[in-house]
């Protein structure tokens, strides 16, 4: 039994990765709604370009920092338009993110530009401006809070990836820490344009 606690403690990567999937197993055995939930719809996938990490110029350290806690950030290419509850909007082209936030050491075992990339992409959109812009502009933006933002980037990746469980973790990891990000970009108040 020691050694086995060794070897977990040794690979705790391995052991958290281990632990997760068999947890989700059982939550998906017991959880199969099958619900629309805000019945989100797309034609194509996003279109990105990704921009470039700025180590240049940052010195040996400097650089050092930003290849350990730096992260890609991408830029639409394209008007990215979609559908929530059959309203449609859009993210237009400009926009940049950095996909949905994942720490460093889970990105060896989860992308921020996985499999929870449209609902990142959405949420990004959504924090920054704290509302969704429709397609048709008689229609009024969808106006939103932090908690809302996150339901909605929960829901559009279970009707995506179907897979409850990493999309409830990464809910409740927004609720418990996305109020950092969520209060910076009120602080920096920044409006949509036209």
């Known amino acids: 039994m020691e050694f086995i606690l060794t070897l977990a403690m040794?690979?705790?990567?391995?052991?958290?990765?281990?632990?997760?999937?068999?947890?989700?197993?059982?939550?998906n055995l017991f959880d199969k709604k099958k619900v629309n939930r805000v019945n989100f719809k797309y034609k194509n996938y996003p279109h990105m370009i990704p921009l470039r990490i700025?180590?240049?110029d940052k010195g040996f350290w400097g650089a050092i920092i930003m290849w350990l806690f730096g992260v890609r950030h991408w830029e639409i290419a394209r008007d990215f338009e979609y559908e929530l509850n059959g309203v449609s909007y859009v993210i237009p082209k400009g926009f940049q993110f950095d996909g949905a936030s994942v720490p460093k050491f889970l990105a060896t075992f989860l992308s921020p530009v996985g499999v929870?990339?449209?609902?990142?992409?959405?949420?990004?959109?959504?924090?920054?401006?704290?509302?969704?812009?429709?397609?048709?502009?008689?229609?009024?933006?969808?106006?939103?809070?932090?908690?809302?933002?996150?339901?909605?980037?929960?829901?559009?990746?279970?009707?995506?990836?179907?897979?409850y469980f990493l999309n409830y973790l990464a809910y409740w990891a927004l609720r418990l820490g996305g109020f950092v990000a969520w209060n910076g970009h009120r602080k920096v108040n920044a409006q949509i344009g036209e």
């Open 116 to 163: 929870l990339l449209i609902g990142g992409l959405i949420h990004d959109y959504a924090y920054k401006y704290a509302c969704l812009k429709p397609t048709n502009k008689k229609e009024p933006l969808l106006l939103l809070n932090q908690k809302k933002a996150d339901q909605i980037f929960r829901d559009i990746n279970i009707e995506i990836n179907g897979f």
């Open 10 to 27: 040794k690979f705790w990567q391995w052991t958290v990765l281990i632990a997760l999937i068999i947890i989700g197993f059982i939550i």
């Open 54 to 56: 700025p180590t240049k």
